[in-house]
């Protein structure tokens, strides 16, 4: 096992833009030679040098061709129909005025749409019979010749429903909350030792219930695609063609969940996501708009339909964060020693597709206790289903777990770092197994030494600036750092060149730029060499961009196909010199646990006056591995942490609870932080190497970032005030009265 000392803290120093880089058709290279920079390892420009996006300059510039910008020829446009009520069935769905309106091309219902070979529930069962299952959910189209036409015509498309009602309404106390079945989100129910015991031989006892709203992943890139259906040579089904470019976290998903629903071989389906204006879990799966585009396409073969969501439409159908209902209790003994721990979560789920929230998972890996219970529940609803948002599940869990440690903290009297300290476990508390790496303390006390966290007396309402009480508050954070398997990547040499290929994707995480790093380092030449393909069906056969998996995923096979290479073709390889190979776990990894971890301290200021909230200083310092580029990983963690400042401070979706329908499904209602809310926001880290994870000795770090955000700054806020908010977000309507 490798613990590292934490080193100083390392300081990215920025380099010198990029020139700009040509976008070739998709799937396009980066290939544009950057200069050289700061030096890493062996003076590659390799893993841990700071090398500025390669893609950058053509995305400030807009000639970055995204999904909906793909040139095609002669594009028709799509617009949706969807649903006014929650659940009952569609008696008459009449198109006759929608048809009569000028250059519209196609009105699809489930009268006329294509049938699906499935007999499946789910989101992407879309136009197939009468029935609706949620408020918002497609139940039509028009195709135009513009986007006004069947924007249009859509309106014009009249409805007759037979209502049934429908249950849509969450609280934690629902009559039909139940424990999922052990599945996507691991085990939903766990117990060791004796928690009664526990509970009642404890000095100290925390028991609060913590909320956390139903959030939206809004990308500045709504979703969009443009489906193609090749026209049939003749009747043989082999010779389908179909191709959609969209912007996805991976184009394999699309490809096999949508194959055999369209009774098509994966290899019929391709598809293009060159670049992709953020994602965040949201799109990681296909949603019913992939589905409903695929099926007026196939009616209109030969003829490109594009579609992107209105900003409106993406708080419908496309996913989001489920809210949670969180009772924590956190017993210690007098020196502040967990003696039980029980963590039990309900969410809703959607009755169309099952998505669990499991906020108690990191419960399980983040302190020492010798009795611990942890339980998720779901509810059923018809309502529209959830999906991954970053960190499902960490993000709702380290709310309520780095809230009530804080709350432990003031009950004990202790520091709030020291009373992690104490409970700082030796092995994995919930598989037993040692740290692959482990360095929290060494993030906290960083941390600490950076922030200036000594001034932080721990009395509310001592330190203050005119209306501006003051407080600092901490939180830990944790995420997995699990195994995709079969991945793989191919590495060419041509033109006196290198090209790493894959199914990686890039949704602003920065991909393009450090794929081609990790080849160069294990290839042994300049990074200006080396350019990646990736994006698209068709290459080497890869994780998506999921899980904060991807850096390491795709790194483990590049590496392995860069050693194939070099094994096969020596240092001066032929034109044209080719080898794939699949990336494994390294050896021995799975005897040992492995996760991110990182430490979030803030300072706030609260008005005493309006109670509103000001973060005027954050700082992230992380223990994630070795840092694969420092320019793109901040920009990850400062993103995440913004990402978190602004679940802690604004976003909250609010369902109509007759219908379901979020009713502040614009940005006008559903606020997010912009400019004005990130004032002083920092991340850094300590040096490590997990080699239990990748060759690269790169941990994840797209999630671990937003992880405990929200619970630094509550605490922070009580820090200032003595008022302890458990319910996100902190809005000022929780701080005044
Ligand atoms: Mo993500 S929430 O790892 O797709």
Known sequence: MTI?????????????????VAVPDAPPATGAPAPRRTVAGRGFGGIGSDRARVDGPAKVT???????????????YLFGVTSAIAVGRIVDIDTTQAERVPGVLLVLTHRNAPRLRTKLMGELVVLQSDRV?????????????TPEAAREAAALVRVRYDDE?????????????????????????????DVEAGLAGAAHLVDATYTTATEFHSPMEPHPITALWHPRPGLDPRARRLT??????????????????????????????????GAFGGKGMPHAHVMLVVLAAKLLAGRPVKFALTRQQMFATVGYRPPTAQRLRLAADADGRLTAVVHESVSPTAKLATFVEQAVGITRVMYATPNRRTEQRVVPLDIAPGTFMRAPGEFSGAFALETAMDELAVATGLDPIELRRRNEPDVDPDTGKPWSTRNLLACLDTGADRFGWEVRTGRPGERRDGEWLLGMGVAAASFPASHALSTWARITFAGGRYVVELQASDLGTGAWTILPQIAADALEVPVDLVDARIGSTGLPVAMIAGGSMGTYTWGNSIIAAARAFRRKHGPLPADGATARAQGRLPSGARQFARHSFGAHFAEVAVSEVTGEVRVRRMLGVFACGRIVNPRTARSQFVGGMTMGLSAALHEAGHRDPRTGHVVNHDLAGYHIAAHADVLDLDADWVEEFDPYVSPTGAKGIGEVGIVGVPAAIGNAIYDATGRRVRDLPFTPDKLVG
Do not use: C
């Not at 807009?62 to 028709?76: F, I, S, W």
């Open 244 to 277: 959609i470019y969209e912007a996805d976290q991976g184009p394999i998903a699309t490809q096999l969940i949508l194959a055999p629903m369209l009774g098509l071989l994966p290899n019929q389906i391709k598809i293009h996501s060159p670049f992709v204006g």
């Open 165 to 193: 009602g429908g249950d849509v309404d969450f609280h934690a106390d629902h009559p039909a909350a139940t424990v999922p079945k052990r599945g996507a989100a691991g085990n939903p129910r766990e117990e060791k030792g």
């Open 62 to 76: 807009g000639t970055a061709p995204y999904a909906y910008e793909q040139e095609v020829e002669n594009p028709a």
């Open 133 to 145: 299952r949620h408020r918002g959910e497609y139940i039509g189209a028009v195709v135009a010749q």
């Open 4 to 20: 590292s000392p934490p080193a100083p803290p390392s300081t990215p120093t920025p380099g010198p833009d990029a020139p700009p």
